[in-house]
């Protein structure tokens, strides 16, 4: 399983203003944030390579599933 530390949760969520209903929540948010901390750094040593042209950061939407993002911007999933 990715993790993330207990500074870099907690600074994420000082940063974006997150607060959560309860520790489930929190686990799981943290849970997805780590995933798309993977994905960022993955891309980033990309970036460093020279084998893609921009690097990427974590924003609002790091501790989202893709259904919630997909949500947000009003794409339907399923049927």
């Not at 798309?36 to 460093?48: D, G, M, P, S």
């Not at 390579?49 to 997909?70: C, K, L, P, Q, W």
């Amino acid at each position: 399983m990715t993790s993330v530390s207990d500074e870099e949760w907690i600074t994420y969520k000082e940063k974006f203003n997150k607060n959560y209903k309860d520790e489930a929540e929190d686990k799981m948010r943290r849970e997805t944030f780590a995933r798309a901390n993977q994905r960022i750094e993955e891309h980033n040593k990309k970036y460093e390579a020279g084998t893609v042209t921009y690097r990427m950061g974590h924003n609002n939407f790091s501790d989202h599933t893709e259904e919630e993002i997909s949500r947000s911007r009003g794409v339907r999933t399923g049927h």
